[in-house]
């Protein structure tokens, strides 16, 4: 399958600061990227789908100002997280579509996702 | 709202046994139905995929949906140790073009040795 790669895969950070995280498709163009959070024992939420040269859509109750969300070439998007607080304390996973694939059946490929910790 | 309910678990089965994994959605114009291992502080990874009502078998697992009940199954034959995880249930959402996912919370399988 295709490969999706996300740095960093863990990162600690004090509040207050900000955390940018990427994710980059290395053997495929991805218009299209999905970026979600998962709490402990919880199930993937998403946060916004991320569009190649346009404005990310975010998802009901994630604030954009806060998630910045940056999908400025066809194999990298960036998430950064500002002013991080320790509500913000999650798993980061990015997720993308392959554009040259034929498939209508809405495969995703998944990073291999970001440990965010605020301290 | 869109909808995905996974039975949460843990469902236990020994080593050798089939384990059946079970998910109910509510959408019913869903298209594609998924079905992701994620091991403990992983990022899920892909088993299996069916759009079609019916079973599709590969190796191992076999996927089964029946959309009138908008339900669809994952079967794990002679589960393994390693088959123990969490698997998530997640439905492409309708909509021409659009390509999100909908997850379940997931069940946590362990398969006893």
């Known amino acids: 399958g295709a490969v999706v790669s996300q740095h960093p895969s863990w990162v600690i950070c004090k509040s207050g600061t900000s955390v940018k995280i990427e994710c980059r498709s290395l053997?495929?163009?991805?218009?299209?990227m999905f970026w979600y959070r998962q709490f402990p024992k919880q199930s993937l939420m998403l946060m916004a789908t991320?569009?190649?040269?346009?404005?990310?859509?975010?998802e009901q109750g994630v604030e954009k100002d806060k998630f910045l969300i940056n999908h400025a070439s066809l194999t990298l998007s960036t998430l950064t997280v500002t002013s991080a607080h320790p509500e913000d304390s999650s798993f980061y996973i990015c997720?993308?579509?392959?554009?040259?694939?034929?498939?209508?059946?809405?495969?995703?490929?998944f990073g291999e996702g970001s440990r965010l910790t605020v301290l | 709202q869109k909808e995905v309910e996974q039975n949460s678990g843990p469902l236990s089965v020994p080593e050798g046994a089939i384990a059946s994994l079970n998910c109910t959605y509510s959408d019913r114009g869903s298209q594609s139905f998924f079905w992701y291992r994620q091991y403990s502080g992983k990022s899920p990874e892909l088993i299996m995929f069916i759009y079609s009502n019916g079973d599709k078998e590969d190796g191992r697992f076999t996927a089964q949906l029946n959309k009138a009940s908008q339900y669809v199954s994952l079967l794990i034959r002679d589960s393994q140790p390693s088959d123990s995880a969490t698997y998530l249930c997640?439905?492409?959402?309708?909509?021409?073009?659009?390509?999100?996912?909908?997850f379940g919370k997931g069940t946590k399988l362990s398969v006893i040795p």
């Open positions: 997640a439905v492409r959402v309708s909509g021409a073009g659009s390509y999100q996912l909908t």
């Open positions: 991320s569009n190649e040269g346009s404005k990310a859509t975010y």
């Open positions: 997720s993308a579509r392959s554009s040259g694939r034929a498939s209508n059946t809405g495969e995703l490929f």
């Open positions: 053997d495929f163009q991805a218009t299209t």
